[in-house]
């Protein structure tokens, strides 16, 4: 696929358009893998679109009627691999297309059409699978205290030992026990803003304050260490110290592609276009008798 360029061996996804039971909707992280699945998508890919659309989209959430999702790809090569060039999800009343975009020097990643990349500054579920919302930040009668009181983070259910991301790049301030929280993990991001995780059964090996850490670096394991009634990662996210609600909270996107590539990236974005609105080769039937 080189840019500028009529794209030489484009893999049309075929017509995916399924009835599905309405009453039985799986979340949109399932319906992901069961089209890819079924559409001989490549796992390694399925994975990088998981991936992308972790930051911003509750993957956990159930698809509705009308959702969808549209993959281009590139032939597989000699080895049989294919090369991902855009993938749209479309979830209720919102859409996100994503293209993929070389610059000059060689980096490739992939970009919103306003040249976004779908990354975020902080992960708001950083949990591997993205565990099951069990809890919301907000005023709650306490499970184990029965008081009205804030709670302070989301509580992610999910199996003892899940591992437990560093939800974005930053320095560890505190790896210990704290009271309540039982095992805890404190990071320290950019603009005033921190992310805590607790409840850990384990703190990731050699985790010490001053460390620090990339995003999606493992920083420990799930349980129910301090007040938990149950296996979850509480996560929290603070603004000068005082903690917002991590599902709802603006962040700033990570980065966004260098200006001098604006137009080429448009006619990127145009010719994928083009190609998403040609219906899909047809199927070739060969009759045997
Ligand atoms: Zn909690």
Redesign the pocket.
């Known amino acids: 696929y080189v840019l500028g360029l009529p794209p030489p061996d484009i893999a049309f996804p075929e017509e995916d358009t399924e009835q599905v039971n309405v009453n039985n909707l799986p979340t949109i992280y399932r319906a992901i893998w069961e089209t890819a699945r079924k559409h001989d998508v490549d796992d390694a890919i399925t994975r990088r679109v998981v991936a992308m659309f972790a930051y911003d989209v509750d993957l956990s959430k159930r698809i509705s009627a009308g959702d969808s999702i549209e993959i281009l790809q590139t032939a597989p090569d000699g080895s049989g691999r294919s090369e991902l060039l855009y993938v749209a999800l479309k979830t209720g009343s919102t859409s996100r297309e994503l293209y993929r975009f070389r610059t000059d020097e060689g980096s490739v990643d992939f970009y919103d059409p306003e040249g976004e990349t779908g990354k975020r500054f902080l992960t708001r579920r950083p949990v591997k699978g993205g565990g099951r919302l069990v809890?919301r930040f907000g005023y709650r009668v306490h499970p184990i205290f029965k008081t009205r009181k804030l709670?302070t983070?989301s509580?992610f259910a999910a199996p003892l030992g899940t591992p437990i991301y560093a939800a974005g790049d930053g320095v560890v301030e505190r790896a210990q026990w704290v009271s309540g929280y039982g095992k805890y993990v404190q990071l320290k991001h950019v603009n005033g803003i921190e992310t805590a995780y607790?409840h850990m059964s384990r703190i990731a090996d050699g985790l010490e304050p001053g460390m620090p850490v990339r995003q999606g670096q493992i920083i420990g394991y799930v349980g129910s260490t301090g007040n938990s009634t149950g296996n979850h990662l509480?996560y929290e996210i603070r603004v000068n110290g005082r903690p917002v609600d991590p599902l709802s909270v603006k962040l700033p996107r990570d980065k966004a592609l260098p200006p001098q590539y604006e137009a080429s990236f448009t006619q990127t974005v145009t010719q994928v276009r083009e190609l998403m609105q040609r219906p899909a080769i047809p199927a070739l039937v060969v009759a045997q008798r």
């Open positions: 809890s709670h983070g509580d607790g509480h």
